[in-house]
Nanobody, 122 residues
Framework: VQLQASGGGLVQAGGSLTLSCAASGRTFSGSAVGWFRQAPGKEREFVAV????????YYADSVKGRFTISRDNAKNTVYLQMNSLKPEDTAVYYC????????????????WGQGTLVTVSS
């Protein structure tokens, strides 16, 4: 399976963006899909994840209440709606298919997308 993240761009603080993660080759096959981000000079960090049915979701504390993860399984696409963006949200955002283990760890995921850059200006 290949994942393609898109939707990044430059936005002012307080603005909104919606990222998309589209799967090709195979579907998400019932797997949870997560979003991570990596700011310059920092490690990749967990942002959000939801399961295949969308029945449960988890968010990093830093984005809770501002970001919303959702998915359209018919379109093999997972979304990340980002509101009230802050300069500290600036990063390359990645989506990945969950494999096993703790949702918060990058090692629990396989099939990473190439990332999409989000830049939030102050």
């Amino acid at each position: 399976v290949q994942l393609q993240a898109s939707g990044g761009g430059l936005v002012q603080a307080g603005g909104s963006l919606t990222l998309s993660c589209a799967a090709s080759g195979r579907t998400f096959s019932g797997s949870a899909v997560g979003w991570f981000r990596q700011a310059p000079g920092k490690e990749r960090e967990f942002v959000a994840v939801n399961n295949y049915s969308g029945g449960y979701t988890y968010y990093a504390d830093s984005v809770k209440g501002r970001f919303t993860i959702s998915r359209d399984n018919a379109k093999n696409t997972v979304y990340l709606q980002m509101n009230s963006l802050k300069p500290e949200d600036t990063a390359v955002y990645y989506c990945a298919r969950y494999y096993s283990g703790n949702y918060y760890y990058t090692t629990s995921y396989k099939f990473w997308g190439q990332g999409t850059l989000v830049t939030v200006s102050s």
